[in-house]
């Protein structure tokens, strides 16, 4: 029996319990979440997509990723920066994303003002990767109940507050941690995670955490 918290998959290997069997879930599992990156447009594209997560599961926004990307121009924020209310109202009738008005704006919105933070610091990466915890401030031993048990931390909250301080929208402290834990600034796989080491492992190697492994 796997413990509890992971899912024993065909393959023998036990993962985190929030990829339900998926395919396409445990393959993002597997690949993508809680891998450390600097790359500015998976950083933009998933600050926007996780504010279209607010309210639903990610499974949902997952499965539409294609058509949001092919819909919010693979998310060039100097494209979206430009859009206005005829692009607002393509999009509301664009059935193959979440068509809320107040979240299409919002990443609009933050396509301005990610133009206006790298002009000011180069980069986003270089931004949000000052607030990743340090090793002190996470837990020893991450199980299942510790996992459930966190759902935002002062780090975010401080992101959350530097991101709407710059006009962000939709970057609560809730969504931000959700952001944090795919991008890699913290590894959230649980203890005994077929993946979790490997990702560990990337996280030391990766030159924007080294300054915060001490």
Known sequence: MAPEGLIQGEDGRHRCWW???DPLYRDYHDTEWGRPTA???????KLCLEGFQAGLSWITILR?????????ADFDWNVLAGYGEDHVRHLLDDAGIVRHRGKIEAVIGNARCMQALLEET?????LVWRFAPSPAARPQQLDYAT???????????ALSRELRRRGWRFVGPTTVYAFM?????VNDH???CCVREEVEAARRDF???????A
């Open 19 to 21: 990829h339900g069997g």
């Open 39 to 45: 790359d500015d447009r998976r950083l933009f594209e």
């Open 64 to 72: 539409k990723r294609p058509r949001f990307r092919a819909a919010f």
């Open 122 to 126: 180069g980069s986003l990466a270089s």
């Open 147 to 157: 996992a459930r048990a966190i759902t935002q931390t002062p780090e975010s909250t």
């Open 181 to 185: 834990q795919a991008m890699g600034l």
């Open 190 to 192: 649980l203890e005994g």
């Open 207 to 213: 030159p924007l955490a080294r300054h915060r492994q």
